[in-house]
């Protein structure tokens, strides 16, 4: 997969999940790693580092371009914003079903 499918995902997605003219705004940020955003190549993931769970609005502007910024690493790179971990990986499934401890926090 490529950083085009990350910015794909960010741009198309992000905006039809949340668009800036729609009801929905916030997305709830869980304290495991959960699947917010996905396309048939990439999926984002998210984790709240607070110990709780958060809300997260997904239309501020800060969190699209924090958003932006992360895809331009493609996929596998994870960055922490504002106490919440975020992770663009390949396909849908990967840091929910590996078993070990930096899967589950969303480093591996």
Not at 20 to 25: F, P, Q
Not at 26 to 35: F, G, H, I, S
């Amino acid at each position: 997969m490529s950083i085009q499918d990350c910015k794909d995902l960010v741009k198309r997605y992000l905006e039809a999940e949340f668009p800036v003219n729609g009801t929905e705004e916030y997305a709830l940020v869980k304290t495991n790693p959960e699947r917010i955003l996905e396309s048939s190549k990439v999926a984002l993931w998210v984790q709240s580092l607070t110990g709780e769970d958060v809300r997260v609005n997904m239309r501020a502007p800060r969190v699209r371009d924090f958003l932006k910024s992360l895809a331009e690493h493609g996929p596998g790179y994870a960055d922490d914003h504002e106490n919440v971990r975020y992770k663009i990986v390949v396909g849908m499934y990967p840091p929910a079903y590996c078993s070990s401890k930096c899967c589950e926090d969303l480093r591996c």
